[in-house]
T-cell receptor, first 116, second 111 residues
């Protein structure tokens, strides 16, 4: 049967601090990565994406860093606000097992809590 | 929710019953997807469709069925064969094989 894991990695920060959320991906051939934010009971919202030919990309208050050598992705949130409290998860794009189509694989996520 | 509408928000299924979750998009996206989310887990792909009248099984298709008769609509039926249907179901669409846009989800519970 299925196992249900309830223990997400958590990060607790003070309002105004910078947050860094990490993600280890599995496929060295993945060519595109996305970060999503999901608030409780809602669907995931797109935050930022990056292609494998880049190592850094900046958005509004967010920066994504990609280290292909160690297959690591991070999301940095500047001046974290209470409204940033949510689960953040990464996704990587690679080919499906048949090699006929791209497939997105999602991580389990990190719960960010911002304390006022 | 940016043009993807899922309904209902909450759904209850009795044992042996089939239930259908609705997903409609007005983004003119070709590709649509259904994911299942369990607490503390990553999203798992149930079915996807790259074009009208065509769909493919994802990683956990057993006990589910879909149809794609219109570009805008991709309903998911949770059949009685799915023995553990309690989960949060997410529909998404994409214009390319890149970022997905998600609906607000349907929480399915078993009575």
């Amino acid at each position: 049967g299925e196992s249900v894991g309830l223990h997400l990695p958590t990060l607790s920060v003070q309002e105004g601090d910078n947050s860094i959320i990490n993600c280890a991906y599995s496929n060295s051939a993945s060519d595109y990565f996305i970060w999503y934010k999901q608030e409780s009971g809602k669907g995931p919202q797109f935050i930022i994406d990056i292609r494998s030919n880049m190592d850094k990309r900046q958005g509004q208050r967010v920066t994504v860093l990609l280290n292909k050598t160690v297959k690591h992705l991070s999301l940095q949130i500047a001046a974290t606000q209470p409204g940033d409290s949510a689960v953040y998860f990464c996704a990587e794009r690679g080919w499906n097992s048949g090699g006929s189509n791209y497939k997105l694989t999602f991580g389990k996520g990190t719960l960010l809590t911002v304390n006022p | 929710d940016g043009g993807i509408t899922q309904s209902p928000k909450y759904l209850f299924r009795k044992e042996g019953q089939n239930v259908t979750l609705s997903c409609e998009q007005n983004l003119n996206h070709d590709a649509m997807y259904w994911y299942r989310q369990d607490p503390g887990q990553g999203l798992r792909l149930i079915y996807y469709s790259q074009i009208v009248n065509d769909f493919q099984k994802g990683d956990i298709a057993e006990g589910y069925s879909v149809s794609r008769e219109k570009k805008e609509s991709f309903p998911l039926t949770v059949t009685s064969a799915q023995k553990n249907p309690t989960a949060f179901y997410l529909c998404a669409s994409s214009a390319t094989n890149e970022k997905l846009f998600f609906g607000s989800g349907t929480q399915l519970s078993v009575l």
